[in-house]
């Protein structure tokens, strides 16, 4: 069974740093897209970002462009999310979750369970 | 405010049918496939319907996609006390070069 386990999660400061890991198992990590997505608590889903499978190609929203970085290292089979400059407004679930091979973006066929990140003074 | 609209709550009762719909524009919905998402209170997000029409492997026959344009709808027949949860749709948007979510659909089995 495919799967995707968050950490990195907890509580920083706004300005500071936090960097989110996914570990990935049970499938060709390789192949696949991977995605941050986050839910702020009582809200909506919001992408954050995308890598391609080979890490040449990333996407990010217009709200985390130019603070957050997405990566990943196959051989470790382990995504990265870099989030620097955090806001307040940053406080959420951040999930991984897959990209659904050979469809568009936006195809998610599975998600981890979490990691929360809250940014407080 | 999400890019992609719908409504934020829709409710039916046990083998009724509901419908969600999902507004979207001609660089999201108008050139990309839709998916929608559910999500069960406290739980991950699961995936329900992908490119407009297709259900992944165990999803019941009992939900069902459609795009039309810049909208899509999700149907549920047969509603069921267990379809009570949270549904999304989501598309790529060549615009933005993102992926865009709808603000989600709260359903409730009465």
């Known amino acids: 069974q495919v799967q995707l386990v968050e950490s990195g999660g907890g509580v920083v400061q706004p300005g500071r740093s936090l960097r989110l890991s996914c570990a990935a198992s049970?499938?060709?990590?390789?192949?696949?897209?991977i995605h941050w997505v986050r839910q702020a608590p009582g809200k909506g889903l919001q992408w954050v970002a995308v890598?391609?499978?080979?890490?040449?190609?990333?996407y990010y929203a217009d709200s985390v462009k130019g603070r957050f970085t997405i990566s990943r290292d196959n051989s470790k089979n382990t995504l990265y999310l870099q989030m620097n400059s955090l806001r307040v407004e940053d406080t959420a679930v951040y999930y991984c979750?897959?990209?659904?091979?050979?469809?568009?973006?936006?195809?998610?066929?599975?998600w981890g369970q979490g990691t929360q990140v809250t940014v407080s003074s | 405010q999400s890019v992609l609209t719908q409504p934020p709550s829709a409710s039916g009762t046990p083998g009724q049918r509901v419908t969600i719909s999902c507004s979207g524009s001609?660089?999201?919905?108008?050139?990309?496939?839709v998916n929608w998402y559910q999500q069960l209170p406290g739980t991950a997000p699961k995936l329900l319907i992908y490119?407009?029409?297709q259900r992944p492997s165990g999803v019941p026959d009992r939900f069902s996609g459609s795009k039309s344009g810049t909208s899509a709808s999700l149907a549920i027949s047969g509603l069921q006390s267990e379809d009570e949860a949270d549904y999304y749709c989501?598309?790529?948007?060549?615009?933005?070069?993102?992926?865009?979510f709808g603000g989600g659909t709260k359903l409730t089995v009465l």
């Open positions: 979750a897959r990209q659904l091979r050979g469809y568009n973006y936006g195809s998610i066929d599975y």
């Open positions: 001609s660089s999201s919905i108008g050139s990309n496939s």
């Open positions: 049970q499938f060709t990590f390789s192949f696949y897209s």
């Open positions: 989501a598309a790529w948007d060549d615009s933005l070069n993102g992926v865009v």
């Open positions: 890598i391609s499978n080979d890490g040449s190609k990333e």
């Open positions: 490119s407009n029409n």
